[in-house]
């Protein structure tokens, strides 16, 4: 059984919770499906709002689906709460995050 399977069974047995909901996402990210990751890495900042990690994977979901600007809304909101809740390793990485998406591309 994957992680994931284990993390889903956990879930249909009625024990939801912000870090179940990141494990999930983390799993679902690491497996190559980026919308599952998404669905469950928005429930976790649902549950946790002050969930920095969560925030930082859901961008990353997000920008695998290429829905950019909901990415950048998402580590915008991360990196307040990373900053907030002191987290400096998470909202360092999602600063860059945005630092990249407001470049322009070079093509």
Do not use: I
Request: charged share 25%.
């Amino acid at each position: 059984m994957t992680q994931r399977e284990e993390l889903e069974k956990l879930l249909a047995a009625g024990r939801d919770s912000a870090l179940l909901r990141f494990g999930l996402g983390n799993a679902c990210l690491q497996e190559g499906d980026a919308a599952a990751a998404a669905e469950h890495l928005a429930q976790a900042t649902r549950q946790q709002a002050s969930y920095s990690a969560a925030w930082k994977l859901l961008g990353k979901a997000l920008l695998q689906l290429d829905r950019v600007d909901a990415a950048q809304a998402a580590w915008t909101t991360g990196l307040a709460v990373a900053e907030q809740q002191g987290d400096q390793q998470s909202a360092k990485e999602m600063a860059v995050f945005l630092r990249r998406l407001q470049r322009p591309s070079a093509e």
